[in-house]
C-alpha cells in the first residue's frame, strides 16, 4: 500500500508540473493585453469560479467532490489565510511582474528555485527532514538560477524581473508549506476559496491603482488559464502532498519549468543561448538527482 500512495504521489505532482507549467508561456502572451495585476486576478479568478462549477456539477451528479477528506475548521484558518495571502496574492503580482520584464524560456526555468525554496523552509521552519541528495539537487538548481541571472545583466541592466521571479517562487515556497498543514481538508474547497479570495483581492488592487477591465475575450482566456494552469494543478499538487510530503513533492513539481520552455520555444520563438544551455543541463542534473531520491514521508496531515 505504501509503494501505491508513492506512485500516486508521482502521479499526481507530475500532472500539477504540466498544468502549471504550460500555464507560464500562455500568460506571456496574455499579457500583451492585460496588465499584470489584472491578469494576476482573474488568472485565480477563473480557477475559483471553475472549481465552483464542477463541484455544483458533482453534486448535481450526486457524486462526493473528494475523498479521504476532513472539514475545514477554524484552526485551519490561519494556515488558509497565510496561502491565500502569499500564493494567491503576492505569488501572482510578483510572477506577472517578472514575466512582463523577462523572456519566458528564462522565466521558466528560473521559476524551479521554487523547488529549492519548499523544502528549505520544510526543513527550516517545519522541521521536514530531507537527504543529501535533496539538497546537492537543490545547490545545483541554485547554480542554474545564478546562471540565467548573469546571461540577463549585461543585456537588461539590473534583472528586476528575475528578482520578482525569485521572490514569487518564496511566496509559492511558503504557500506550499502552509498548504500542507491543510492537505488532508477537502481539496476542491481550498481551491476555490482560495482562488476566489486571491483573485477578487488582487482585482480591487488593480482597479485601486487605476487598471481597466480587460476585453470579455481576453478576461475569459485568462479564466481559462487559471482553471487549467492553476485550479486543476493546485488539485493535483494537495493530492501529492498527502501521499508524500512537501520536500518530495516539490521536487517532482521542478519539471514544470521544463515543460514551460518547451513551449516558450514553440510558441514565442526563444531563442537559446549557450549559457542558458549550460544552465539547463545543471538544472536537468539536479531534477535527477530529486527524482531518484527515495522518500521516507509518511501521511500526517492536520485533522
Same mark, same amino acid.
Given at each position: 500500500m505504501k509503494n501505491i500512495s508513492v506512485h500516486l504521489g508521482i502521479i499526481y505532482a507530475l500532472l500539477s508540473a504540466i498544468f502549471f507549467g /504550460?500555464?507560464?508561456p500562455f500568460s506571456k502572451i496574455l499579457l500583451t493585453y492585460i496588465s499584470p495585476i489584472m491578469l494576476a486576478a482573474f488568472i485565480p479568478l477563473g480557477s475559483g469560479i471553475g472549481l465552483l462549477i464542477w463541484l455544483i456539477f458533482q453534486r448535481l451528479l450526486k457524486k462526493k467532490a473528494s475523498t479521504l477528506s476532513l472539514s475545514l475548521h477554524l484552526y485551519h484558518l490561519p494556515w488558509l489565510i497565510g496561502a491565500i495571502a502569499s500564493g494567491g496574492v503576492l505569488n501572482g503580482i510578483l510572477l506577472t511582474i517578472g514575466l512582463t520584464l523577462t523572456p519566458a524560456s528564462a522565466a521558466a526555468l528560473l521559476l524551479n528555485m521554487e523547488s529549492v525554496l519548499t523544502p528549505l523552509l520544510a526543513w527550516l521552519i517545519f522541521k521536514e527532514?530531507?537527504?543529501?541528495?535533496i539538497f546537492l539537487a537543490m545547490m545545483l538548481t541554485v547554480i542554474a538560477g545564478v546562471l540565467v541571472s548573469w546571461e540577463q545583466w *549585461?543585456?537588461?541592466?539590473? *534583472?528586476?524581473?528575475?528578482? /520578482?521571479i525569485l521572490a514569487a517562487c518564496l511566496c509559492a515556497a511558503i504557500d506550499s508549506n502552509l498548504m500542507c498543514k491543510i492537505s488532508g481538508c477537502d481539496v476542491i474547497k481550498i481551491a476555490i476559496i482560495k482562488g476566489?479570495?486571491?483573485?477578487?483581492i488582487n482585482l480591487l488592487i488593480a482597479l485601486a491603482i487605476g487598471n481597466n477591465l480587460p476585453r470579455f475575450q481576453h478576461a475569459f482566456a485568462a479564466s481559462a488559464l487559471g482553471f487549467c494552469g492553476y485550479g486543476l494543478s493546485f488539485m493535483m499538487f494537495i493530492m501529492a502532498l498527502r501521499h508524500?510530503?512537501?520536500?518530495?513533492?516539490?521536487?517532482?513539481f521542478s519539471v514544470a519549468p521544463f515543460v514551460s520552455t518547451l513551449i516558450s520555444f514553440v510558441l514565442l520563438n526563444d531563442t537559446l543561448s549557450s549559457l542558458f544551455g549550460?544552465? /539547463?543541463i545543471v538544472m536537468a542534473a539536479g531534477i535527477g538527482l530529486m527524482l531518484t531520491e527515495k522518500s521516507s514521508y509518511q501521511k500526517s496531515y492536520s485533522s
Open positions: /504550460a500555464s507560464t527532514r530531507f537527504s543529501l541528495r *549585461p543585456e537588461f541592466g539590473i *534583472p528586476w524581473g528575475t528578482f /520578482a476566489l479570495a486571491s483573485g477578487l508524500q510530503g512537501v520536500a518530495r513533492t516539490g521536487a517532482y549550460i544552465a /539547463a
